[in-house]
């Protein structure tokens, strides 16, 4: 696996809540996009990059035979864990009211990807040329748009745009999503937060990734097009290339 991470505080806003964490050696990429009123946000996603790994490791520390569906759950339930990690940090906590965040982790295992999310951060994968996205937006819009109460038109200025219904650190027990996808020589797997998703469409981003072969190269790209159409939001980027099951 070659990967490359990069976050960027953008063009209006003034401090970076993004974070991420690129780890090749063990095949586990996170981004996570933290949220709440003065520093909780920062705070909140560097306690998900920061935590979420031990907690993956614990998990299938307990599994008995590593198939996909264990795998899956194991990072599931680290997510749950994690939510309530959140959650009990900020208990009482005078200026951490709110505080939240998106996690999309994927984990890299021989010829499989196993993409465990909460929020509105994607993965994606393109292949021949084709990107696909890997996640559903846990969001108010996303859930509008599915239901096909609203157009992608309507989405891009919707009075609920950026509420999240499923998230780190939320009331009650979160339910992360988990999928696993199949991962062939070649494949490129990009995990973002909304600041690049809010900026740039599928189309531009298979363009960028499809003109820029190394990991580091386009997530330079990726993040130089976000800021150019507006950069309103913090964006981070993981582009991830398999090669081969290492
Ligand atoms: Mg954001």
Do not use: W
Request: proline share 3%.
């Amino acid at each position: 696996m070659q990967a490359a991470a990069l976050t960027d505080v953008g063009r209006v806003r003034q401090v970076n809540e993004d974070a991420c964490l690129a780890d090749s050696a063990h095949g586990l990429f996170i981004v996570s996009d933290g949220m709440g009123g003065a520093q909780a946000g920062e705070l909140a996603s560097q306690i998900v990059v920061r935590v979420l790994p031990e907690l993956i490791e614990q998990q299938l520390a307990r599994v008995k035979a590593m198939t996909a569906g264990a795998i899956r759950g194991g990072m599931q339930n680290a997510v749950a864990d994690l939510s309530r990690h959140l959650r009990e940090e900020t208990a009482g906590r005078l200026g951490l009211a709110g505080m939240g965040a998106t996690v999309v982790a994927m984990l890299v295992r021989g010829r499989f990807a196993h993409i465990v999310h909460l929020g509105d951060s994607r993965a994606y994968r393109l292949r021949d040329g084709k990107l696909q996205q890997l996640t559903e937006d846990h969001s108010v819009v996303g859930i509008l748009l599915r239901a096909g109460e609203i157009t992608p038109a309507e989405a891009r200025d919707h009075p609920a745009r950026g509420r999240l219904s499923r998230f780190v650190g939320m009331e009650g027990d979160a339910s992360p999503d988990v999928c696993t996808v199949p991962a062939r020589p070649g494949d490129r797997f990009l995990l973002c937060t909304d600041g690049l998703t809010g900026m740039v469409d599928a189309g531009g981003i298979t363009r960028l990734l499809l003109g820029h072969d190394e990991p580091e190269a386009a997530c330079r790209a990726l993040i130089e097009v976000a800021n150019q159409a507006g950069g309103h939001d913090n964006s981070t980027v993981i582009v991830a290339r398999f090669d081969g099951p290492g």
